[in-house]
Each structure stands twice: as structure tokens, then as C-alpha cells.
């Protein structure tokens, strides 16, 4: 049974400037996971959702990555203002955002660029 009813991972993992990989962290990762964790305390969620740092998930050319348990629902290049709407439809209403949300062109994509980079 999960401690959480929501559990956000949200990468920050940082590479140095000439990785060829992107990171999180540089695309805004840590300020997308301080206001997971503003409207968490905002709505007086704290023990019951949690949003922590993760390290890398292994999807870095489409970052930010966040995930979301225990219904593993991930989202992609996400910007500093979808935030609030990953919040209250899919925190608030177990909703995800299908527009945001990962799906099987995401992983493709990403297979792409892995292919391009190597
Ligand atoms: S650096 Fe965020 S998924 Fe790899």
C-alpha cells in the first residue's frame, strides 16, 4: 500500500554544460517541483501528496520529466505553468492531462533522438 495518495517525482538531475545529453535541472526542473510543492501546502495535502526530486529517469532529451504514482503517469517537456493544471486535474482529480501526458509518440520520439545521438 502506498504512504502517499499521490507520490510526484519530479526530475532535477544535473549533467555539466557539454553533456550531450540534456538535464532537468537546466530546463527548469527544481522550480517545477517547488510549485508541486507550494500547492501541495496550499491546499493542506502534506502527507498526503508528496513531490520529491528525483534523480535522472532516463528520458532527458524531452525534459522536464515528471511522473506521477501510483498510476505512473508521466509528463514531458513540461513548462513552469503547466503545473498548476497537472495539479488540479490530475493531483485534485485524478484526472490526468491528456494533452501533457506521455504516450507511445513520446516514447518514439525519444527513441529518435537517443538513435541521433549516438
Ligand atoms: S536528466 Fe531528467 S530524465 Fe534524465
Redesign the pocket.
Known amino acids: 500500500m502506498s504512504k502517499y495518495d499521490k507520490h510526484i517525482f519530479i ?1 532535477v ?1 544535473e ?1 555539466p554544460d557539454n553533456s550531450k ?4 535541472s537546466k530546463c527548469g ?1 527544481a522550480d517545477i517541483r517547488m510549485r508541486f510543492v507550494q500547492l501541495i501546502n496550499e491546499y493542506g495535502l502534506k502527507g498526503i501528496i508528496r513531490a520529491n526530486k528525483s534523480g ?5 532529451e524531452l ?3 515528471v511522473v506521477i504514482y501510483p498510476d505512473a503517469v508521466w509528463y514531458t517537456k513540461v513548462k513552469l505553468n503547466d503545473v498548476d493544471e497537472i495539479f488540479n486535474s490530475n493531483i485534485l482529480n485524478n484526472k490526468p492531462v491528456k494533452s501533457l501526458t506521455a504516450d507511445k509518440n513520446t516514447w518514439n520520439e525519444l527513441q529518435l533522438l537517443k538513435e541521433m545521438e549516438s
Open positions: 526530475c538531475n549533467r545529453r540534456g538535464s532537468c526542473g535522472c529517469l532516463d528520458v532527458c525534459g522536464p520529466v
